[in-house]
């Protein structure tokens, strides 16, 4: 069964305080990985997709990176517009076209 | 574009009563995803369609749930009886048809209608 775990569950950072947060994933064969952000009563934006481990993506002041077992959200210099809960989901070859597994997620406060 | 749109944003009944949620999708996609996120199980895909057509409902908890899409701009997501245990937020997706690389496409959420059960 495909599995995505996230950790921490909760992070809390001081601003200019840079971070990483985890996303541990099993599947059987990964056609892709993605990043949300989601703020409190919203939808989950999306971030990234990272397709193949040694792939880095970059957003301002968000990099995401991937292994075979899994990815990396590293925070530079966050702000407090950062806070939010990041999700990570995986869609795998054996789960059917189209269908995401997400994790958890990781709620993040950064305090000024 | 304005987006996915869904109502009631937030919907309140009794227990036994029927529910039904609205989506619509962003125009131009082919894919439509209706998901469901609580504290305890995060986020979970119940069903998505295809051009109109459900692929794969096997996410749909009980045969209190159903989902149609008569049309490429509009699905409707019904709970029929409401139970408590249904109290949860209730997210719609869509995305654009794969390129021919077979990568997948992203999935835009709308804002979720949040469902309290009494």
């Known amino acids: 069964e495909d599995q995505v775990t996230q950790s921490p569950e909760a992070l809390r950072l001081q601003e200019g305080e840079s971070s990483s947060l985890n996303c541990s994933y099993t599947v059987s064969g990964l056609r892709g990985l993605f990043w949300y952000r989601q703020d409190p009563g919203k939808g989950p934006e999306f971030l990234f997709t990272l397709y193949s481990a040694g792939e880095e993506k970059e957003k301002e002041r968000l990099k995401a990176t991937l292994t075979k077992k899994e990815s990396f959200l590293h925070i530079t210099a966050p702000k407090p517009e950062d806070s939010a809960t990041y999700l990570c989901a995986v869609q795998a070859e054996a789960t059917g076209f189209q269908k995401l597994v997400f994790g958890t997620g990781t709620r993040l406060l950064v305090s000024p | 574009d304005a987006g996915v749109i869904q109502s009631p944003r937030h919907e309140v009944t009794e227990m036994g009563q029927e529910v039904t949620l609205r989506c619509k999708p962003i125009?131009?996609?082919?894919?439509l995803f209706w998901y469901r996120q609580t504290m305890m199980r995060g986020l979970e895909l119940l069903i998505y369609?295809?051009?109109?057509?459900?692929?794969?409902d096997s996410g749909m908890p009980e045969d209190r749930f159903s989902a149609k899409m008569p049309n490429a701009s509009f699905s409707t997501l019904k709970i029929q009886p409401s139970e408590p245990r249904d109290s949860a937020v209730y997210f719609c997706?869509?995305?654009?048809?794969?390129?021919?690389?077979?990568?997948?496409?992203?999935?835009?959420f709308g804002p979720g209608t949040r469902l309290t059960v009494l």
């Open positions: 997706a869509s995305s654009p048809l794969s390129p021919p690389s077979g990568r997948v496409d992203t999935q835009y």
């Open positions: 369609f295809n051009n109109n057509v459900p692929i794969d």
């Open positions: 125009s131009g996609h082919d894919y």
